[in-house]
Structures are given as structure tokens and as C-alpha cells.
Nanobody, 121 residues
Framework: QVLLVESGGGLVQAGGSLRLSCVASGSTFSINRIAWYRQAPGKQRERVAAISSGSGGSTDYADSVKGRFSISRDNAKNTVYLEMNSLKPEDTGVYYC?????????????WGQGTQVTVSS
């Protein structure tokens, strides 16, 4: 199993920046992909960015964050980062880390507990 712990959320003014961290533990060697999701009050959870565990670490982003957010990983620290720049009030929400991995030959997944990001106008 893979356990995830997020950190780095907080309150920031519009136009500001934050960097979120997601530390993975457990069977980290089995991770296929890690993604950041967010959920605003009254809205569905949406995927913000994702990065694969393979060499090169391919990434993809939601259209709403392209050019402003950047996902990266540090394999030595089992950590995935989400660098968020030019933040907007609509970026407010709880940000969750999600990992997809192989366990006993089957696909598994897990979520972190989430970290709150609030962007004031």
C-alpha cells in the first residue's frame, strides 16, 4: 500500500504563489502515477495535474491551470510537488494527492488527507 501526506496549503492573495508537497511512503516503487486533485465547496473533485513515474515523468494539466501550475517529482525524497503561480480566487479548494499503483498484480489507489488552499481577491 502507498500512503500519502500533503502539505503546503495556506492563505494567499490573488496573484501569489504556493508550493504543495505530497510525500509518499510504503510501496513507493509500485507507483505508476501521482496526481493532484482539488475540490471547491459545492463542486466535484477535479484533476489538476498528474505525473507518471516512468523515466522522463510525463505530465498533464487541466486547461484551467496550464501555464500557471507545474508538477514535478523528487524520487529520492518520494515527493511530488505542485508549484502554483498567479493564483486566482477560483483556485481555492482542498487539494488532494492521489496515487495509482500496482499491488499484488492488481491496480490500487489511495488519497491523501488534503490540504486547504485559499486565494483571496
Amino acid at each position: 500500500q502507498v500512503l500519502l501526506v500533503e502539505s503546503g496549503g495556506g492563505l494567499v492573495q490573488a496573484g501569489g504563489s504556493l508550493r504543495l508537497s505530497c510525500v509518499a511512503s510504503g510501496s513507493t516503487f509500485s507507483i505508476n502515477r501521482i496526481a493532484w486533485y482539488r475540490q471547491a465547496p459545492g463542486k466535484q473533485r477535479e484533476r489538476v495535474a498528474a505525473i507518471s513515474s516512468g523515466s522522463g515523468g510525463s505530465t498533464d494539466y487541466a486547461d484551467s491551470v496550464k501555464g500557471r501550475f507545474s508538477i514535478s517529482r523528487d524520487n529520492a525524497k518520494n515527493t511530488v510537488y505542485l508549484e502554483m503561480n498567479s493564483l486566482k480566487p477560483e483556485d481555492t479548494g482542498v487539494y488532494y494527492c492521489y496515487a495509482a499503483y500496482l499491488s499484488g498484480g492488481k491496480l490500487g489507489s489511495n488519497w491523501g488527507q488534503g490540504t486547504q488552499v485559499t486565494v483571496s481577491s
